[in-house]
């Protein structure tokens, strides 16, 4: 099983975010966002529902770019 430290990486790299900007977003400190990262605290639920509303906004984004994808060549 994946680490929640490591997927939460890789969505803020995959949203091109850094630390600081993910900390905005959600309304906490770039060394919060460091810790959940590193695996030294993990994410409470709240913020886990913010985090899961972003991956949601990512993979409606994937699905509609494999839709327009349909029937190319």
């Known amino acids: 099983m994946r680490d929640i430290g490591k997927n939460i990486k ?3 790299i995959s949203k091109n975010l850094t ?3 993910l900390a905005e977003k959600l ?3 770039r060394q919060t966002v460091s810790g959940w990262e590193n695996g030294r605290t993990q994410p409470g639920l709240d913020v886990l ?3 899961a509303d972003m991956a949601d906004e990512m993979l409606g984004t994937w699905a509609a770019l494999g839709r ?3 029937g190319v060549s």
Do not use: A, N, S, V
């Open 19 to 21: 630390q600081d900007e």
């Open 68 to 70: 327009g994808d349909e």
């Open 49 to 51: 529902g913010e985090l």
């Open 27 to 29: 309304f906490i400190t």
């Open 10 to 12: 890789d969505l803020r």
